[in-house]
């Protein structure tokens, strides 16, 4: 199997490959092209409901009629065209695994596959994110439209699922179709699997230098400055944040001079209520802590499947730090500013979620 490609930040073709080209086919053939041929010929993306691109949608067909070229006939299961749509999309599907098989695919410099992450890793999360946990985003437009950012959030649930939720929500809400690069602690990046799988999804380890380079080339950067102590913290302190660290984020965006958006999460907690933490199984295992809930370890893996609560994500408004001076991310009283300024508008905006939420589960 040969080896994915790897590209710098700075290259300017398509992160999503080679240039589209549009395909014609010519009239009166008499001979249907096999699924192996439409493979050879059919770009990636140029059809809609194929793996590996965006499905393109007629401006007139949201109004549900329209003249013209963009008036699409119905196609029952037996039409001509509704076979045609299947070849094409088994085609698209044989053209994705030809890619992965041959390594004819673009990661960048830290791993991430947006191919692999668009079609495949979205396409798993997308049903626990709209049908299990049924999450409402709020403030999306927050976060800009171009240019780096630097997305703050609290951390709870036992299993970090909230950051998972925060990267499909920005991918499948922003109108200017961002993608959300994650800082993950260094326990993500010594499993096995979970290590692929992670950088694949674009995450990244939690080191200013790495968070620095991502908000420089323009990226959309999320942190959870609670870490373990947030997302262990016991049943009894939900929605009550945790100590922000050193104030190291600030330091990152203040160099970077991008804005801070700080985010709340509502509903996280609850998906896995902490009742109590093994310490000495934890210290053997090497985990930060061991969790003990109401089905785990009682339900054995049954317990492991989380509570289906009713999630909301808000983004607030953007905390700017492009106005500072460059010596600025050297100040410890701006850093402690800072940090407690975003950390006090997170909470403020937990409480009045809280509030505004009819009930854990609807």
């Known amino acids: 199997m040969a080896d994915a490609k790897v590209i710098p930040f700075d290259d300017d073709r398509s992160r999503n490959g080679a240039p589209q ?5 010519r009239a ?27 499905r393109a949608v007629p401006k007139d067909a949201s109004a549900g009629g329209g003249t013209g070229a963009s008036a699409q006939p119905p196609r029952g299961p037996g039409s001509p065209g509704a076979d045609v749509g299947w070849d094409r999309r088994i085609a698209g599907g044989l053209a994705f695994l030809r890619r992965r098989l041959t390594g004819d695919y673009d990661v960048d410099e830290f791993g991430y596959d947006r191919e692999l992450t668009d079609q495949v890793l979205m396409s798993l999360l997308r049903p626990l994110y709209a049908k299990y946990f049924r999450v409402e985003v709020k403030g999306i437009e927050n976060i800009p439209s ?19 939720m925060m990267q499909v929500a920005v991918h499948d809400n922003h109108p200017a179709g961002r993608h959300l690069r994650l800082l993950a602690a260094d326990l993500v990046f010594v499993l096995p699997v979970i290590n692929e799988l992670a950088r694949k999804a674009g995450h990244t380890l939690a080191c200013s230098e790495d968070a ?3 908000l420089q080339r323009g990226e959309v950067v999320g942190v959870m400055p609670e870490g373990f102590k947030g997302i262990g913290k016991p049943f009894g302190e939900r929605y009550k944040l945790q100590r922000f660290g ?30 109590g933490n093994a310490k000495t199984l934890a210290r053997l295992l090497g985990f930060p802590y061991f969790p003990i809930t109401p089905t785990f370890p009682w339900l054995g893996p049954l317990g492991a499947v989380p509570l289906p609560t009713k999630w909301t994500i ?14 600025a991310a050297e100040d410890p009283m701006l850093m402690f500013n ?14 009045k979620l809280l509030v505004q939420r009819r009930s854990v589960f609807f």
């Open 314 to 327: 808000q983004f607030g408004e953007p905390i700017p730090t492009d106005g500072y001076p460059p010596e």
């Open 21 to 25: 080209r549009s395909v014609r086919r």
């Open 212 to 214: 620095e380079r991502l």
């Open 146 to 164: 171009e240019g780096g950012a630097l997305v703050v959030a609290n951390h709870s649930g036992t299993l970090p699922l909230d950051g998972l």
């Open 246 to 275: 050193r104030g190291g984020f600030v330091s990152t965006a203040l160099r970077a001079g991008v804005p801070i958006v700080p985010c709340s999460i509502v509903g996280a907690e609850e998906i896995y209520p902490m009742i």
């Open 28 to 54: 009166g053939s008499g001979r249907r092209k096999s699924v192996a041929e439409s493979a050879r010929e059919i770009p990636v993306g140029s059809v809609p409901g194929q793996l590996g691109g965006e």
């Open 338 to 351: 800072l940090t407690d300024q975003v950390r006090e508008q997170i909470q403020h905006t937990l409480y």
